[in-house]
């Protein structure tokens, strides 16, 4: 069993996640309501995505978290978080939806990537784990880039300066003058970054929307997952 149940189950640290891997699966902690309550603990692993929530529901029966007399479950703990939106991963995630979650992750795992990357960089995320697979399914509209620096060359403040800097002529100007060892990057990046969130890899342009998270039905995501 689990350390943790319905009633002191540990928050999910906000953090920056390493880059999803298409091989990767979801591991969810599920345990019982109805056990719990009765002063047992019997979470056990399930890794998505599975078949269907057909699967879910034998998966249940079989390892004896669901019978007659015990129907409710929850989540304990997940041994990743693949996004940045511990409120989306908690106690009452639904598991057909993040079943749902873990198929559409492997087949658009670029786009999950983007997306990834976007909430690393500390923007609000969707309300829920449909808005979610709906910014998956958009990730092309998401106002994310990288910066032109690597990540070895200075802050984020500093590389989202020369970001600018390269897309708005200023390095050009710089560079002909033989200034830019002299220009004060990271101050100009600070002063600029009112407008975006920074990350650390990228930043998202602050004055353009996000997706719409009710564009798809679960059904429509369902088709672009299989």
């Known amino acids: ?5 319905p009633c002191d189950h540990k928050e999910l640290d906000a953090r920056e996640t390493e880059a999803i891997d298409v091989k990767d699966v979801l591991n969810v902690w599920v345990g019982s309501y109805g056990y719990y309550a009765e002063g047992e603990l019997r979470d056990q692993m399930l890794s998505l995505p599975v078949e269907g929530d057909g699967e879910i529901a034998d998966w249940l029966r079989e390892v004896g978290l669901v019978d007659d007399r015990h129907e409710e479950v929850y989540i ?17 995630a639904d598991l057909g939806e993040l079943n749902l979650l873990a198929k559409l992750m492997r087949a658009m795992p670029e786009e999950a990537e983007r997306v990834r990357m976007a909430l690393a960089c500390g923007i609000d995320g969707p309300g829920s784990l449909v808005g979610l697979m709906n910014w998956i ?5 998401i106002p994310y880039h990288e910066y032109s620096e690597s990540r070895g060359c200075g802050s984020p ?3 989202y300066g020369r970001s600018v800097a390269e897309g708005d002529g200023t390095m050009e100007l710089l560079e002909a003058r033989g200034l830019e ?12 970054s009112q407008d975006a969130y920074l990350g650390g890899d990228g930043y998202v342009d602050a004055c353009c929307g996000m997706p719409d998270e009710d564009l798809c039905s679960l059904a429509e995501i369902e088709e672009m997952a299989a």
């Open 1 to 5: 069993g689990r350390a943790c149940g």
């Open 76 to 92: 304990s703990d997940y041994d990743e978080m693949p996004f940045d939106c511990p409120n989306l991963f908690g106690e009452f």
């Open 137 to 141: 399914v958009q990730a092309d509209d």
């Open 157 to 159: 403040e500093e590389r």
């Open 181 to 192: 060892s002299y220009f004060d990057f990271g101050l100009f990046g600070r002063d600029a």
